[in-house]
């Protein structure tokens, strides 16, 4: 049986930041290697182990802007004072083969896929609840309290746009949040929606069958 639509289907995963979703996505990816991650354009400094090409493409103000111009970007935005895109040819070429594809990307940017790929799924990653993501900022103890509460602030705007998204997860535990994505996507790939090039196969091959 390959109901598959010919298409890979396109996965947009936010959450704010602290809440741990590099990490679920990280097991996802374990579990299903044949979904290609999309390495994002920025113009943010690399931090320590961050490989040119595998974590992001790293580029100059120039470069990205010049990507924008040229039409480079599937979306793009701006998030602590850098830019961040995604390169369009990688994701559309990947699509065409029948690949999965997923964007970690701020909400801005999600938004703008939402308009240009109206296909695309939405997830967002929420924590069990706000105290709880105060709790995972301060027990990291790499920040101190005025940095904590920022991030905490800013996490609280991007989680406004929670409600604009397809669905949400919530990272309880990893192995939780990374079953409720895998199982999300499934529900995602078996909508009639997606399954529309299936449905027409079957229903053609019944209408000539029974002539
Ligand atoms: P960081 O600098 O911590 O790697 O990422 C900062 C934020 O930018 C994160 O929320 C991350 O998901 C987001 N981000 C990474 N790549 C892209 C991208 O290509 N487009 C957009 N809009 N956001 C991105």
Known sequence: WKAMNNKGLLLVFSGPSGVGKGTVLKEYLKKHPHTAFSVS???RKPRAGEIHGQHYFFLSREEFELLVENGGLLEHAQFAGNCYGTPREAVEQNLEKGIDVVLEIEVQGALQVKQKCPDALLVFVMPPSFEELRRRLTD?????GATV???LANAAREMEAAKHYDYIVVNQTVEDAADQLEQIVCAAKHTAKYLREFIDEV??????CCK
């Open 41 to 43: 354009a920025t113009t």
């Open 140 to 144: 990291r103890g790499t920040e101190d």
């Open 149 to 151: 509460e920022r991030r």
């Open 203 to 208: 229903e053609y091959d019944a209408e000539t």
